[in-house]
């Protein structure tokens, strides 16, 4: 009680800060941290270099958004429908200054973007990320920390510059969301790409796995020991071998399919990788028994819609709903929604008529009906390992529309 007196001063911050959780929303998760490539991009490489992504144009974001809103999509990406089942906004991305608003979570993630520091067509690679993210926090808690925070311009006008502080804390997490957020990361299709465009045979992309493997979970280690993250899902690689960019693939070595119009020998250098993630997140569990460390197998929820696209409500999965009109509606050199002239011919491309009958949006990402459906997915907890309790049973989970 004697300090009361004596921390006066204090009583009114503290009490905010007291109130602030029941008042924040009903999440079991306050934030959400993603790092990634363009699976997860709501922005970032946009911001970065303006002009560089066909993202930004249309008929990318047409089905819901009505306009380009940066995404890889039709609408909304799995990262979207994450938030918003979780009752929170979208993720601003963090390297956007105009209009972001970080309070409940950030997202890192670039399109283009690998694991490894290959300078391939984004230069934020997973490590860059996480030193963003690393930051980012510092700053947050330089923010929230009365003594260290200095104000960076005139020191003159020290009411103004109160507001400001005042009003960056509003776009701000709260210092313990660090520690409550859920971190997620979905990576490592552009590592692939990067090999097989660089004229590597499956073997050779093989050979490096194990260190792409290494990497995601040192990106756990790091976001765990500097950046108090405790709650982890990390997304592993989906059937490459049945999606049209890697079908067209104009220097690929393998055309044998199976039955299912897949590529095998892709599937199983995707399913390579996740063997040996899964076994690096088991070794992460059991140094970390104070975190959720959860492997999300994005390999067999998609399988699953391949293997039976009708239960899964879509006409179409093996062609791309916006390309250009070939066997997989998909070219490389022209992209969604542009027109390219290869060899003299020119070739525009085509949106379909619905896109919520297609898993597939441009040949490489979802539509928007494709990530909602795998979004539900992932609400019903069938694709962890292990099972995450914490977000499924123990989030109110808002059902997706
Ligand atoms: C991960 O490995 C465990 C065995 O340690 C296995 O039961 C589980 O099915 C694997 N999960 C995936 C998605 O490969
Ligand atoms: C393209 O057109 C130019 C000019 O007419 C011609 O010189 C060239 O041979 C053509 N290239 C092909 C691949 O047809």
Redesign the pocket.
Known sequence: MKGVGAFGGLVGVLAVVWVLPLVVDGSCFPAVFNFGDSQSDTGGIQASFPGYTPAEYSPYGETYFQSPQRRYSDGRLLVDFLAEGLGLPFLDPYLESVTSNFKHGANFATAGATVQDVKYLSPFFLNIQVLHFLSFRRGVMNMHNKEKWTWARSSTDVKSAQGFHAERLNRLPNPEYFEKALYTINIGGNDYTYGYTTGKTIEQVKEYLPDLAALIGDAVKRLHDEGGGRNFIIW?MEPQGCLPYMKTLIWHEDKERNEMDCLPRYNEAAQYL??LL??TL?GLREKYADSNIV?L?A??MKMDIFKDPAKAGFKTVHKACCGIPNKWHYDLRVACGQTSVIENVTFASETCDDPNEYLVWDGVHNTEAGNRYQANKIFEGK?F?PAFPKLTEGCDLSPLT
Do not use: K
Request: no cysteine; proline share 0%; charged share 25%.
């Open positions: 592993d996740n063997n899964n076994s088991d492997l197998s390999y067999d694709y390992y």
